[in-house]
């Protein structure tokens, strides 16, 4: 956890790069960031899948596979957005202000 703190300490007050955030969480919409947000859904039948008695397993399947299943969305905003590094953050904005 705080990975997404760091994150925003180090590229936002700074002011030094232009930022695109491409999340998952609908809770990085709480706050009032100065770039632009997308916000995608997950795998929807995997989502779906966690709220049954086999959510052990579509919780692997999610590791497994939405690191390999990019959304088109998210695809076509890095294209138009043109970043010269892409990298992801461990821990999400809502799991920096749970109490």
């Given amino acids: 956890m705080g990975g997404a703190m760091a994150f925003y300490r180090h590229f936002f007050e700074r ?3 232009e930022v ?9 919409l709480k706050y009032h960031l100065p ?3 997308l916000v995608f859904n997950r795998i ?7 709220r049954t008695r086999f959510f052990r ?7 497994l596979l939405e690191g ?13 957005f043109r970043p010269d590094l892409i990298f992801t953050i461990a821990g999400s904005w809502g799991s920096c202000t749970r109490h």
């Fill in 15 to 17: 002011k030094d790069f």
């Fill in 20 to 28: 695109f955030v491409a999340t998952n969480d609908p809770n990085v």
């Fill in 35 to 37: 770039c632009e947000v």
């Fill in 44 to 50: 929807q039948f995997l989502q779906r899948l966690t």
């Fill in 57 to 63: 397993i579509a919780h692997s399947l999610q590791h």
């Fill in 68 to 80: 390999e299943c990019i959304p088109l969305e998210v695809r076509a905003n890095a294209a138009r």
